[in-house]
């Protein structure tokens, strides 16, 4: 089980640029597979990125506009959001899956199940 906290969500308008951290903590040694998702109101969680072992992948939708950095002194990553859509506005989530190697079958972006540690989330609102 990892520790996750969001931060960075907020208001801006179309076309405009955001920012998305996610620090990670408590932790045991190893390495993980690390996803963004996102959650509108009334729809299913859906994911954005899968970063890791011969990642990153982004789904097509955010494909050239967002792009995944990370900071491992800091345990933190980051999505860098631009161009933003209003549909775009969801609460934004970062989650973490052990990596067991290859020969186990890496996490899917796009199931949010195959996960097993989240946060708390940050709300990102994309007006027109």
Known sequence: QVDLAESGGGSVPAVGSLRLSCVASG?????????????????????????GRDCPKYVDSVKGR????????????????????????????????LDRGSDYARPRVSRPGDFTSWGQGTQVTVSI
């Open 66 to 97: 967002f792009t995944n950095a990370q900071d491992n002194a800091k345990n933190t990553l980051y999505l860098e959001m631009n161009i933003l859509r209003p549909e775009d506005s969801a609460m934004y989530y970062c989650a973490a899956e």
């Open 27 to 51: 932790y045991t040694r190893g390495k993980y597979y690390m996803g963004w998702f996102r959650q509108a109101p009334g729809k299913g969680r859906e994911g954005v990125a899968l970063i």
